[in-house]
């Protein structure tokens, strides 16, 4: 496993950055597993705030209730980390904001809070533009809590390429 470090996090934050300045288009970011660390990685870049609109870190069920709309029979059939959820996130991340670009990660970043069906590195991460139909990918993720969440922020920021 080869982790991307902060360098290449960096970069990766920078080009897409300019993907979205070059497209017009500003991101809004939904981070349950992640905790803001999208969110971050991309204001970090200078420049952001012509492409950057907000970050929104929802770990409770109140939260992607409130904050992205997300239904409590999603959240009682499906649980927080499955495909539904995650698509949800991302629909009500770009309702709630004025953003053009959503992405949305929802998972178990660990030590604890797998299961057999849901182990540790589970990872959904869903991906939208406005006016468009959202894709979700699961993922799983290899190694401890910061792994975890680091390659989470590489794969939402890569998936990103493909909007």
Known sequence: MSLPDDAALERLAEATGRRLLAARDTLVTAESCTGGWIAKVMTDVAGSSAWFDCGMAVYSYEAKQALLGVRPQ????????????????????????????????????????????????????????????????????DGDRGAVRRQTVEAALRGLEDL
Do not use: C, N, Q
């Open 74 to 141: 999603t959240l009682e059939s499906e649980g927080a980390v499955s495909r539904e959820t995650a698509l949800e996130m991302v629909s009500g991340a770009l309702v709630r904001s004025g953003a053009s670009v959503a992405v949305a990660v929802t998972g178990i970043a660990g030590p604890g809070g797998g299961t057999p069906d849901k182990p540790v590195g589970t990872v959904w991460i869903a991906w939208k533009r406005r006016g468009g139909y959202p894709r979700a990918t699961l993922f799983g993720f």
